[in-house]
């Protein structure tokens, strides 16, 4: 199976509850990302967590890392209509190095 | 620019023509990055650049598949003979590569239908 899978992978909500997402990796990594996309458009970066860090928070997001298990989730706080979308996370081993991506969530919030 | 800017937004092409796809990175930005995106899943890795080198080609298809990074011009991404199963988004991304753990910009992509 691929590196970085994340489940569910699709979620559905109502306006106001937190979405949770989980991503599982593969390899040893340097860093985990988490992108949104709307719609087939571009990739949004969302938060980065390095691997020496254990929890990260921006606004309504908080991303937790876990490298003994190789997992990691995204935690949305107070979701919003407008935070339906596409979450991916995404795995760097490296300086500069390549992204390998999960097949991604598919996040629907209820007005 | 402050955005990578990807050109065109859509191209069709018909099953063994050639196809060519632009990108410009974000000024001051030395590293670009290719993903291909089929069917709103997951993201293929590519190729990415270091200025006009080749970092890593790992995910390059050894055929039809070339990519430059010229100095004063956009990065192009060339299909030659497309196929069917070209049909994809094409993602450009850039980073300044200051940091180890730097996030990466990604454009708008590039909609290939082949047809």
């Known amino acids: 199976s691929q590196q970085g899978e994340e489940d569910p992978q699709a979620l559905s909500i109502q306006e106001g509850e937190n979405a949770t997402m989980n991503c599982s990796y593969k390899?040893?990594?340097?860093?985990l990302q988490w992108y949104r996309q709307n719609s087939g458009r571009g990739l949004v970066h969302l938060i980065l967590i390095r691997s020496n860090e254990r929890e990260k928070h921006s606004g309504r997001l908080r991303v937790t890392l876990d490298t003994s298990k190789k997992s990691s989730s995204l935690l949305i706080t107070a979701s919003r209509a407008a935070d339906t979308a596409s979450y991916f996370c995404?795995?760097?081993?490296?300086?500069?190095?390549?992204?390998?991506f999960g097949k991604g969530i598919t996040l629907s919030v209820r007005p | 620019g402050e955005e990578v800017a990807q050109t065109p937004k859509h191209l069709v092409r018909g099953e063994g023509q050639k196809a060519k796809l632009y990108c410009a990175p974000i000024k001051g930005h030395s590293y670009v990055f290719w993903y291909q995106q089929v069917l709103k899943n997951e993201f293929k890795f590519l190729i990415s650049f270091q200025n006009e080198n080749v970092f890593d080609e790992t995910g390059m298809p050894k055929e039809r598949f070339s990519a430059k990074c010229l100095p004063n011009s956009p990065c192009s991404l060339e299909i030659q003979a497309t196929k069917l199963e070209d049909s994809a988004v094409y993602f450009c991304?850039?980073?300044?590569?200051?940091?180890?753990?730097?996030?990466?910009?990604f454009g708008q992509g590039t909609r290939l239908t082949v047809v």
């Open positions: 995404a795995t760097g081993t490296g300086a500069n190095s390549k992204l390998t």
């Open positions: 991304a850039s980073n300044d590569g200051n940091r180890w753990d730097t996030e990466a910009f």
């Open positions: 390899t040893s990594i340097n860093n």
